[in-house]
């Protein structure tokens, strides 16, 4: 898009504002009037997640954790076809482990949970405290990630050429100090997967890396519909200790961005700190080249944000823990036919492998529809006595809204339910990909790139020369407006970068 | 059992002894030599488990995780079939969330893990210290179990009678400073799932706990191969803050029991600790009932000294990672036939669900052997030239070994195979029955109990009569032999209390 184009699409936008205002949403805020706003409230009206009495971590809600169980058996199948195996490795990790790795206990190993006793005993107010007598010699840390344990590890389990390439990956939960928290974006505590594989070459370390990037970003498109930028690090944003870090940068509603995963080729820097060496066919002995690559629950903060409108989430149909919500219309006098029909329908849609929620609560059909938009459900069905009379059910897509309801012959529905959850998938991820597209800015200058950033109706991405990210004023710039290289996309071979703000 | 069975077993046991010790085994030493030992090189050679670098944790390696994410996925699906939803809350608990529940303090929540710090610095001999400035205002202790910020949570979800039931589980990592460590049966952090409910009234929370402790028995039952005794702890062995607890006590082969899973009635004692109420029918406000239940990794150790012999690990089919391991027997001229249609038959089998492991490594045939061997395979499959000829196969059973070698046309087979797999399955149960059958012994008075453990020999549980247990002489015998009660049976209704050594 040319800044001509993008003045254009601004106005655009704020004529779409004035349209959005004069509707009832769900969510106050709306997008528009504050986005940071609405995003806590979609959070809350969807039931996903609330603050803890723990400082900086979230309780991941019921329905938030159904969809994180979804997204965890997608990426899981995806890696193990890749031929990682699945561990588990101690939780605590003690310092000298992380003061081994130079460049990672500058990069951001420091703000961590400290573990200093292991007892506690009735201190002399009467409330527990740490026992002075049982002080650890060596205090511990709560891992921030995992790349110096599981290192040691891989130095006893790798011995010989045949072992490698090694892959392994775990699924916990890491805690990184943070001082401004925001839920499944930036909290003290998260849940993630992170995969550390050893090679025996520099290029196939390097491929792997990249190809862990990939199977990423069949699942950001596959899963959640939603399309990124992949892409290179620049050496400031790298992964402390990696000699090359590749990132999908996902574009938000807001224009900003969000780094939606990191695969990282620590090329020789963790086998050499912790002596993961080979017996290679020669007979002498290598290190290892080693990669590690990571995705968390923050993923469901680029969801929220990716898909989400003024009524609440969109919850892309794969991903989504009720595909379709079945809502019963009901009076007094016919309720129970048509809860036996509703009964019914759901045993038919589930027989499909359809995830189907029956709603048979006692609140008010508008209750009832209003949850299940702001939960994101993709599919409504509504079936009511005059349905019941003329074998029909009606049914709205979530994305669309009221200009998608639809009545339709019941069997005509069961057999058709699959097709149109696909297409509501498909028509997300087309959305999305209109989205970024139409806010990725190609501009020439670094003075251009400064009017952009500095016109607070605009967003997006700005795609610039590579080269300009050297100069002075892109430095200041980047100041100014708190914008950063995000990536030097692999479609561009690094002639390009794309810079922009970011979550 | 009557003691002279009793006595007739052991003389039994000891010719067994001196049968084992001719045969050469795969696991130095033997069950009988030094079964404690025997145990930690079963887990070794089955390359389960291993120490790590930090005190009393274990790191679980590939083969070890595989069994626990199918022991994870069958407990996971029973759970959400009793209406269960999972959720995740946070790593860390306040130390006055601990301090609240007067009973759960005191019982066991001193020896944890205590966060102090939430940031590293450089210290002045140059490694890492906890930084002073970022001493907490309150410690966390990481959590031993989570009743406490569960219903904190709970005291808010909680609102009218038409939010419970509430059922909430949550799989994840505890941590419990323990001194004395052994891999998975007692380690500093372990993984478990902790289920916890809430419900209106006394008799709803007690009908619960024992119907989830029922849920564990199925598992055990169908899965696990392992029968146990289902009963309630006595006052002495309750969980801190509970009621009642429930437990499954399972025989290991050396005749001590595992307190193999938990569940507690909690009665009002968290929900008035933590004011999880609810508005009733009536309009009045009411303390819920809660309850909690718990399964762990400790289970894998349960599985190894149920069913394990002098050859190391045997697994029941239903929880193997791999059930057949397929072993194709070479010569270098004729290796790729037989490769092929090795490959063939693991594209048949695992057509038919079958989790086939095609060992096509390099080594020799009597060493993967061994490894499936020791590995636990459930059924092994050597395919050579002959065979290839004959289109047949040969089959052995793990937990028969070489008796149960069997040739059989390579079709026949196939279509055999999953009814072999169950019928394994079906003798390992069978088999651990009649060994906790046969080392139950009834005993009248407590000092037939005090000859039975003062008999080096004998090992087993004693049943006695419940009443002897408020004696003296039955604490001194305790006290003396490391008994303890291990529960009362449900199938006794109280009148009988089982007692013994544990793990």
Redesign the interface.
């Known amino acids: 898009m040319t800044t001509g184009q993008a003045q254009k699409q601004q106005t655009q936008k704020t004529s779409d504002k004035a349209m959005t205002q004069k509707a009832k949403t769900a969510i106050t805020p709306t997008r528009d009037e504050d986005f940071p706003g609405w995003y806590q409230n979609v959070i809350k009206a969807a039931d996903f997640a ?1 603050n ?3 400082r900086g ?6 329905y ?3 969809l ?2 979804n997204i965890q058996r997608a990426l899981d199948d995806m890696i193990k076809e890749e031929g990682v ?15 081994r790795e130079a460049e990672h ?1 500058d990069g951001f ?13 009735k201190g002399a107010e009467g ?4 026992a002075p007598a049982a002080a650890l010699e060596e ?4 891992r921030p990630t995992s790349e110096t ?1 599981i290192g ?2 891989m130095a ?1 389990w790798v011995q010989s050429y045949r072992d490698l390439p090694m892959k ?1 990956n775990q699924w ?2 890491v ?1 990184r ?1 943070e001082m401004r928290t925001r839920m499944f974006l930036r909290t003290s ?1 998260f ?1 993630w997967q992170e995969g550390h594989n050893a090679f025996a070459t520099a290029d196939q370390a390097n491929a792997d890396a990249r190809k862990m990037l990939n199977v990423y970003n069949r699942l950001y498109t596959d899963w959640f519909a939603m399309p990124g930028i992949c892409g290179e690090k620049t050496a400031d944003e790298r992964f402390p200790g990696a000699l090359h870090t590749y990132t999908i940068e996902s574009m938000m509603q807001d224009g900003k961005a969000l780094q939606a995963c990191t695969s990282h080729d620590l090329g020789l820097n963790f086998a050499k700190s912790f002596e993961i060496q080979y017996q290679g066919e020669d007979g002498a002995m290598h290190h290892a080249y080693t990669t590690s690559w990571g995705f968390s629950t923050r993923s469901i903060g680029g969801l929220i944000m990716a898909h989400g409108d003024d009524d609440g989430v969109i919850l892309p149909p794969r991903l989504a823990p009720h595909q379709i919500a079945l809502l019963p219309v009901v009076r007094d006098d016919d309720k129970a036919a048509v809860m036996e029909a509703c009964q019914n329908l759901a045993v038919a849609l589930k027989a499909k492998g359809i995830r189907v929620h029956f709603d048979d609560s006692d609140e008010r059909t508008s209750d009832k529809m209003w949850r299940a938009i702001k939960k994101g459900v993709p599919l409504r069905v509504e079936m009511g006595p005059r349905d019941l009379e003329s074998g029909t059910v009606v049914h709205t897509r979530r994305e669309i809204g009221r200009d998608s309801k639809t009545s339709m012959n019941i069997n005509e529905f069961v057999d058709k339910a699959q097709a149109i959850l696909d297409d509501i998938q498909a028509d997300l991820l087309r959305r999305a990909q209109a989205s970024l597209d139409a806010r990725t800015f190609d501009l020439a200058t670094l003075a251009e790139a400064r009017d952009f950033f500095a016109d607070e109706n605009s967003n997006g991405f700005v795609r610039i020369d590579s080269a300009l990210l050297d100069h002075d004023d892109f430095q200041k710039l980047a100041k100014d407006f708190s914008v950063t290289p995000r990536c030097l996309p692999f479609a561009d071979e690094g002639r390009k970068a794309v810079i922009g703000k970011s979550y």
Chains 1, 2 share one sequence.
């Open positions: 609330e803890s009495p723990v971590c979230m309780v991941i809600k019921p938030g954790f159904a994180w169980e195996q699945n561990a588990y490795f101690p939780l605590l990790i003690p310092l000298s482990f992380i003061s206990v190993a420091k703000e961590c949970a400290v573990v200093t006793h292991h007892r506690l005993e409330g527990l405290v740490p205090p511990y840390v709560v344990i040691h590890s006893k392994l916990c939960n805690m100090w505590e849940l």
